[in-house]
């Protein structure tokens, strides 16, 4: 029996996955989640025989209204050569923990491990549904969502993609990469602000009823390749089995012992991937909600008040500077129910600030700052000769504080977001405070030299292709901008 999606903010709002999927969003603002958790049925001895490809079919198979021949083409079509290596995530170990290489795909972030099948969802979605409209994607990222979701939608027939970020709050890696991308359906657009302005722009116009049938009339329909989208979510969940499984493989645990997770965090989703997985029947003892300097969700697990009200700060972690967390009302409508999410969600816009009841004890979350996170990116390099991006050195900080604090010795993975070579200015500052002042894609050559990583091939040569998307626009002209490109 096919599982069923219903609304965080109303039961009563349903919706079968490929529905789910098209929307994007649910009509009052709320996000689609399954109405049960399915439990996985094969065992982990059984699991750990697959590949990465036939383990995306068990899992998504359990989420997913499609056949096993729509589902198994999706997943053929997104998880081949465009990943650098055969096994698509590798997990390695690093001095005390394991790390998840979610980095070797196209844009060299984790972002592909879903956007790369996202695509394939919607057109499967969208065929299953009889739509006949054009699909507009519309997201808002805060680097690596928008070049992955570019990637994934440029040139795929039926199908338009809007992307807007905040025009001095990423790396000259993520900037780059998306106002060079190619495609005659793609339109990028850097605006005046920060993500949670362009996520909450976004949000807003998913729910704009007005705007929603003047562009039905023209032949369109919205959707979204942000973590709003369950198409999005549930593909995550897939490399918490794998991870798991292959710290098995590796000898670090037995199958049916507990394995951590720290994971950076910036709008909970892919948390809350993982998080998916522990209900589902993975044996996960701890998850750790890693933040950077911008700590909201850090202070909400800590004391069970979530505010926004607080100074934003443009940090080295540019994903994780986000102070409205989408995917935790996820975890608030199953933890509390509908009626608190909705009270919660009217609360965070029109105050800024809600408090929930913290029922799940498996996540805490811990934080670093900047300092604390150059400091681990040198000194795991001078121990272990491993170099990490920002964002996993953000993870591996925090887990050492948890580690220090609860005294768990739970053998850990760090959920590695990110290639070093996507934030190659500061991680070389970190490791030598004289390559500050220095060019991002020249020092290149030098994290080549360091890491014994070559520069990966989706960048070799990125700052000389030409720039193809130069919009830029205020944070309250997001709408009109919308509706001039669907002219």
Not at 312 to 325: A, C, Q, R, Y
Not at 347 to 364: C, F, P, Q, W
Request: charged letters at 25%.
């Amino acid at each position: 029996m096919a599982l069923t999606y219903i609304g965080t903010r109303d039961r009563s709002i349903k919706a079968t996955a490929s529905e789910a999927i098209l929307r994007g969003i649910c009509p009052d603002g709320g996000l689609y989640i399954p109405e049960e958790i399915p439990k996985m049925e094969k065992s982990l001895e059984e699991l750990g025989k697959l590949s990465y490809q036939e383990l995306a079919y068990e899992v998504l198979s359990k989420f997913l209204d499609f056949t096993e021949e729509e589902l198994k083409a999706c997943i053929r079509g997104a998880y081949d050569e465009k990943f650098d290596t055969p096994e698509i995530v590798p997990v390695v170990k690093k001095g005390d923990a394991l790390f998840l290489e979610l980095f070797h795909g196209r844009t060299l972030a984790f972002k592909d491990m879903a956007l790369s099948i996202l695509p394939y969802l919607m057109k499967t979605a969208a065929k299953k549904n009889g739509l006949d409209k054009e699909i507009v994607i519309l997201t808002a990222t805060s680097g690596d969502t928008g070049k992955a979701a570019l990637e994934g939608f440029a040139n795929v027939e039926g199908t338009r993609i809007m992307v807007f970020f905040p025009e001095d709050g990423v790396s000259p890696v993520q900037k780059l990469q998306m106002n060079t991308q190619e495609g005659a359906n793609t339109c990028v657009v850097g605006i005046k602000g920060n993500f949670d302005d362009a996520q909450s722009a976004v949000k807003s116009i998913f729910t704009d009823k007005a705007l929603e049938q003047e562009l039905v009339a023209k032949g369109f329909q919205f959707s979204s390749a942000n973590s709003i989208n369950i198409g999005r979510l549930v593909p995550q969940i897939v490399y918490y089995f794998w991870a798991y499984l292959q710290a098995v493989r590796m000898g670090e645990i037995k199958n049916g012992e507990a394995l951590n997770f720290t994971v950076p965090t910036g709008n909970f989703g892919d948390i809350l991937a993982g998080w998916y997985a522990m209900k589902m029947g993975l044996p996960v003892g701890h998850f750790v909600c890693a933040s950077n300097d911008n700590k909201v969700l850090y202070d909400f697990f800590r004391t069970g008040e979530y505010n926004k009200n607080r100074a934003f700060h443009v940090t080295v972690s540019p994903s994780m500077d986000i102070l409205i967390s989408s995917n935790l009302e996820r975890l608030l409508a199953h933890m509390g129910g509908q009626a608190a999410t909705k009270a919660e969600m009217e609360s965070l816009n029109r105050d800024g600030v809600y408090h929930a009841e913290i029922t799940e004890k498996s996540i805490s979350g811990e934080y670093a700052t900047e300092a604390e996170t150059f400091a681990a990116i040198k000194d795991f390099y001078e121990k272990t000769g491993y170099v990490m991006d920002t964002h996993t050195a953000v993870a591996y900080a925090a887990y050492q504080k948890y580690k220090a604090e609860s005294g768990d010795n739970t053998p850990m993975v760090i959920v590695s977001t990110a290639s070093p070579y996507k934030f190659t200015k500061d991680v070389m500052t970190a490791l030598d405070a004289k390559y500050k002042d220095g060019d991002a894609f020249a020092l290149q050559a030098d994290l080549e030299r360091i890491s014994g990583v070559a520069v990966p091939a989706p960048i070799v040569g990125l700052e000389h292709r030409p720039i193809l998307h130069k919009n830029v626009c205020e944070k309250n002209e997001i709408k009109e901008v919308v509706k001039n490109w669907l002219k």
